[in-house]
């Protein structure tokens, strides 16, 4: 079956740390993954894409990286702040043609000042 | 840009009832997504269009919800009857058409429904 999982825990770090966050998918093959932010009480806000047969995306403090042997992305916060404190959802773009994502549960980011 | 405006931003409703959710995307945006989410299954898409055509409804859950975009700045989502596992939040998401596959979604900041 088709799956996408990313860490259902919260992930507690402290300021100054860097925050790695892991999405893993099975018996997809998406065209490109997307990074989203969801504050409590608000919609997704969009972070970060990186293609299919692209390495590694950075943007400020955000670093992504997409292995589409090991089908996996990591998403790294560096030197991070109590404001990063979120939950993270990777989506995979499907390569349909058109612009359908499709979302994993997301991980809880927790910084202690 | 006002972003993509949602309302109601909450709506309590009992069994049975109609419920109707509204959205209004950004200016000149092309697509335009509904999404449910739960805690239990995350984020899940129920039906996107393009140009005002419904294109995916594939994740519509049953005949009780139907879909509806009339204009390019106006969609509903229309439950009948609700019942209450339809309690979520009821996203939607907007997204230009130029860039072809690799576009950002805006997204509302969601109706929270309750259904007793």
């Known amino acids: 079956s088709q799956k996408i999982e990313q860490n259902s825990e919260a992930l507690n770090i402290q300021e100054g740390k860097t925050a790695t966050l892991t999405c893993n998918y099975t018996n997809y093959s998406p065209a490109y993954l997307q990074w989203y932010r969801q504050d409590p009480g608000r919609g997704p806000v969009f972070l970060l894409l990186?293609?299919?047969?692209?390495k590694e995306k950075r943007k400020e403090r955000l670093k992504v990286t997409f292995d589409t042997t090991l089908k996996q992305s990591l998403f790294h916060i560096t030197a991070s702040q109590p404001a990063d404190s979120a939950t993270y959802l990777c989506a995979l773009g499907l390569n349909t043609g058109f612009q359908k994502l499709v979302f994993g549960t997301g991980t809880r980011l927790l910084v202690s000042p | 840009d006002a972003g993509v405006i949602q309302s109601p931003r909450h709506e309590v409703t009992e069994m049975g009832q109609e419920v109707t959710l509204r959205c209004k995307p950004i200016?000149?945006?092309?697509?335009l997504f509904w999404y449910r989410q739960t805690m239990m299954r995350g984020l899940e898409l129920l039906i996107y269009?393009?140009?005002?055509?419904?294109?995916?409804d594939s994740g519509m859950p049953e005949d009780r919800f139907s879909a509806k975009m009339p204009n390019a700045s106006f969609s509903t989502l229309k439950i009948q009857p609700s019942e209450p596992r339809d309690s979520a939040v009821y996203f939607c998401?907007?997204?230009?058409?130029?860039?072809?596959?690799?576009?950002?979604?805006?997204f509302g900041p969601g109706t929270r429904l309750t259904v007793l």
């Open positions: 998401a907007s997204s230009p058409g130029a860039g072809g596959l690799y576009n950002e979604q805006f």
């Open positions: 269009f393009n140009n005002n055509v419904p294109i995916d």
């Open positions: 200016s000149g945006h092309d697509y």
């Open positions: 990186i293609r299919e047969n692209e």
